[in-house]
C-alpha cells in the first residue's frame, strides 16, 4: 500500500531532481574523496559529503576521543622557529596575536578528520595580512576543470548563495592524497563508514529496547471465538490473551 501510494510522486521528474541535486557530483570522480561504501545510508543525509566527517568528529565516542588525544599530542610537542634571534621574536609576537597555537591545532584537526583544510587570509584595507580564517570543509565544493582532472576554484556556501574562489584566493593543503583525484585529500573515516555507522545504529536499537522494556508492540485481529469462552465475553477474552503474551514474551 505504501509503495502504490508513493511510486507516482517518488517516480516524478521534480523529486528526482531534487534528490540528486542534494549531493555534488563530479565528472570522473564518484565523489569528493573517492570512496562509497557499500550499504552505508549516510550519504543521504548530508548535502555535501564533508558533512559527514563533521557530524562523526563531534558525536562519535571513538572519534571523538581520538581527536582529543592527537591535541594533547601535538600542543605538547609544541613547534619551533628557525631564523636570527631577532627575527624569531617578531615572528612570535605577530603569531601570538593571531593565536597561532590553536589555528594550528584547527589545521591538524581538519586534516585528520577531513583530509584537508582551507585558509582564506584575512587582509586589511592596505593587503596587509591581519590573520587567517579557516573554513567550514561540509560548506565547500570544487570548481572542477571539463575534463574534471584539476580544481580551478572552489565554493563556498554562505546562506543560499555562494562565494567564488580562485586557486590562489586560498591556502589549501592536503592530508593524503585521494586515489581518484590529484588535488582532492582523502579523509581518513572513509574507509570507516561501514562501520561507524553500524556502531550508531546497535547503539540506537539498544536505547530503543530499554526503553521499551524488551516488549514489541503487536495488533491482533480476533474472530468471534465459537464455542465456549472465558467468562467476562470478548473483552475478558481480549485481556486474558494480551497477559498470556505478556508473560511469554517479556
Not at 19 to 42: E, L
Not at 68 to 75: A, D, G, H, I, R
Not at 142 to 164: C, H, K, M, N, T
Amino acid at each position: 500500500e505504501l509503495k502504490s501510494t508513493l511510486g507516482s510522486a517518488i517516480n516524478s521528474k521534480s523529486f528526482k531532481d531534487e534528490a540528486t541535486a542534494k549531493s555534488f557530483g563530479m565528472i570522473g570522480v564518484t565523489d569528493v574523496f573517492g570512496y562509497r561504501p557499500q550499504g552505508t545510508q549516510f550519504w543521504n543525509l548530508f548535502p555535501n559529503p564533508f558533512g559527514i566527517f563533521s557530524f562523526l568528529a563531534e558525536n562519535h565516542w571513538a572519534v571523538r576521543c581520538c581527536r582529543s588525544e592527537y591535541f594533547k599530542e601535538v600542543l605538547s610537542d609544541g613547534y619551533q622557529l628557525v631564523g636570527p634571534t631577532k627575527s624569531k621574536e617578531r615572528v612570535q609576537r605577530i603569531l601570538d596575536s593571531m593565536d597561532f597555537d590553536m589555528k594550528r591545532m584547527e589545521w591538524v584537526d581538519h586534516c585528520k578528520i577531513f583530509g584537508n583544510f582551507w585558509v582564506l587570509p584575512d587582509k586589511n584595507g592596505l593587503g596587509g595580512l591581519k590573520g587567517f580564517k579557516t573554513l567550514l570543509p561540509q560548506y565547500i565544493r570544487p570548481i572542477l576543470s571539463v575534463d574534471a582532472q584539476r580544481v580551478l576554484g572552489w565554493e563556498y556556501q554562505l546562506g543560499y548563495g555562494f562565494l567564488r574562489f580562485d586557486k590562489k584566493d586560498l591556502l589549501h593543503q592536503i592530508y593524503r592524497p585521494s586515489m581518484r583525484h590529484y588535488q582532492i585529500g582523502s579523509p581518513a573515516l572513509g574507509a570507516l563508514l561501514q562501520e561507524l555507522e553500524a556502531d550508531i545504529q546497535a547503539g540506537m536499537y539498544n536505547n530503543l529496547v530499554f526503553q521499551k522494556g524488551g516488549l514489541l508492540g503487536m495488533a491482533i485481529l480476533l474472530n468471534d471465538p465459537k464455542g465456549p469462552t472465558v467468562g467476562g465475553g470478548l473483552s475478558q477474552f481480549a485481556k486474558s490473551l494480551q497477559m498470556e503474551m505478556n508473560a511469554n514474551h517479556s
